[in-house]
Nanobody, 122 residues
């Protein structure tokens, strides 16, 4: 059974940092694209960042320069380092895995985690 489990969310003050983790099990995602999405209350789920199998990355404009996506293949884990957090970053953050390159749309990802809440207080 394939599972993606996010962790690391919590409450942080504006300007602070958090690192989210996404642990994958059930299969290797070494050659898959991994992504992070988020969904704020009353809003649609939106793209945050993606990491291709070769290490290249792409970010939403809203997080460019503040967030960094990375992976530890030995641990089958993907991370999202979030710095200079703003109140508008408050959302449930989801990890996802898919096959392809520079995946930015929800429908392009096959596997999803259950999400982790990030709350940024101003």
């Amino acid at each position: 059974q394939v599972r993606l489990v996010e962790s690391g969310g919590g409450l942080v003050q504006a300007g602070g940092s958090l690192r989210l983790s996404c642990a994958a099990s059930g299969r290797s995602f070494l050659n898959s694209a991994m992504g992070w999405f988020r969904q704020a209350p009353g809003k649609e789920r939106e793209f945050v960042a993606t990491l291709n199998w070769n290490g290249s990355t792409f970010y939403a404009n809203s997080v460019q320069g503040r967030f960094t996506i990375s992976r530890d293949n030995a641990k089958n884990t993907v991370y999202l380092q979030m710095n200079s957090l703003k109140s508008e970053d408050t959302a449930v953050y989801y990890c996802a895995a898919g096959e392809g390159y520079y995946l930015t749309r929800l429908g392009e990802y096959k596997y999803w985690g259950q999400g982790t809440q990030v709350t940024v207080s101003s």
